[in-house]
């Protein structure tokens, strides 16, 4: 079997990775994940507004125990009128709506259940006068528990999130962690003890939107780690891809 070196794409995807977690994790409040294989999301996909760009970034994952999809979307639309649509769409009894909104960060959020589904549209502003989305769908009767830790990680830090994706014959572990301490010393932390647990660095640290990126390599398995200030610490985002 042919070891696949990581590249600058591979920093990129985790830093894309970082950003989509962050985003959706104030959002992901249920307990619990873990899964080495992904089954589908038996629920309807989401309609769009006429003339809205679509781009999956996660077709099938699971995300603290519960099956999910995010359709990244890009419109013309002002984020107000994109959520208008999800607001006249989702309507029930005459006068009272049937979705709750919520703001989480630069994200305004229009959510949904119906059934054992359930639907979040998370908007912004894209900077050119339109708006930029993630639209998620959520398998509610479905759970697969929770996943430890399963990577190296500072002695303070807490577990947010647990996402669990498959990308071919590869699976791939994403923990959304908070710690204590500043950015620079999780970083340090890294740079100094990783590799008495047997990974390696691929490259230097870079510097991205997301924060930090390290990347770190173990046989066949590889790490991205996304290091960002949170409020009175760091947000750590661990990112484990093996075969």
Same mark, same amino acid.
């Given at each position: 079997?042919?070891? #696949?070196?990581?590249?600058? @794409?591979?920093?990129?995807?985790?830093?894309?990775? +970082?950003?989509?977690?962050?985003?959706?994790?104030?959002?992901?409040?249920?307990?619990?994940?873990? +899964?080495? =294989?992904?089954?589908? !999301?038996?629920?309807?996909?989401?309609? #769009?507004?006429?003339?809205?760009?679509?781009?999956?970034? =996660?077709?099938?994952?699971?995300?603290?125990?519960?099956?999910? %999809?995010?359709?990244?979307?890009?419109?013309?639309?002002?984020?107000?009128? $994109?959520?208008?649509?999800?607001?006249?769409?989702? @309507?029930? @009894?005459?006068?009272?709506?049937?979705?709750?909104?919520?703001?989480?960060?630069?994200?305004? !959020?229009?959510?949904?259940?119906?059934?054992?589904? $359930?639907?979040? *549209?998370?908007?912004?502003?894209?900077?050119?006068?339109? &708006?930029? &989305?993630?639209?998620?769908?959520?398998? /509610?009767?479905?759970?697969?528990?929770?996943?430890?830790?399963? $990577?190296?990680?500072?002695?303070?830090?807490?577990?947010?999130?647990?996402? !669990?994706?498959?990308?071919?014959?590869?699976?791939?572990? #994403?923990?959304?962690?908070?710690?204590?301490?500043?950015?620079?010393? *999780?970083? =340090?932390?890294?740079?100094?003890?990783?590799?008495? $647990?047997?990974? %390696?660095?691929?490259?230097?640290?870079?510097?991205?939107?997301?924060?930090?990126?390290?990347?770190?390599?173990?046989?066949?398995?590889? &790490?991205?780690? *996304?290091?960002?200030? /949170?409020? %009175?610490?760091? =947000?750590?985002?661990?990112?484990?891809?093996?075969?």
């Amino acid at each position: 079997m042919q070891r #696949t070196a990581p590249t600058s @794409q591979s920093a990129g995807n985790t830093s894309r990775v +970082a950003a989509c977690l962050v985003a959706i994790c104030g959002l992901v409040i249920w307990h619990g994940a873990s +899964a080495t =294989a992904v089954p589908q !999301v038996d629920c309807q996909p989401l309609p #769009t507004p006429s003339r809205t760009a679509q781009q999956v970034i =996660a077709p099938r994952i699971i995300i603290n125990g519960r099956l999910m %999809n995010i359709v990244a979307a890009s419109s013309a639309l002002s984020p107000q009128d $994109f959520a208008a649509y999800y607001k006249k769409l989702w @309507q029930g @009894q005459p006068g009272r709506p049937a979705y709750v909104e919520n703001t989480i960060g630069p994200w305004d !959020v229009v959510a949904h259940k119906q059934g054992q589904c $359930f639907y979040t *549209v998370q908007i912004r502003p894209d900077g050119k006068g339109g &708006a930029g &989305a993630l639209l998620g769908i959520s398998a /509610l009767d479905q759970d697969f528990g929770m996943g430890a830790v399963d $990577f190296p990680a500072p002695a303070d830090a807490e577990p947010l999130t647990h996402m !669990v994706s498959r990308d071919g014959s590869r699976s791939g572990n #994403t923990w959304l962690l908070y710690s204590n301490a500043m950015p620079t010393a *999780v970083v =340090a932390w890294y740079t100094q003890n990783l590799h008495a $647990f047997g990974w %390696n660095p691929d490259m230097p640290p870079g510097r991205s939107p997301a924060g930090t990126i390290l990347m770190y390599s173990k046989g066949y398995d590889h &790490a991205g780690i *996304v290091v960002a200030p /949170l409020k %009175n610490g760091a =947000a750590i985002t661990l990112t484990v891809m093996s075969q």
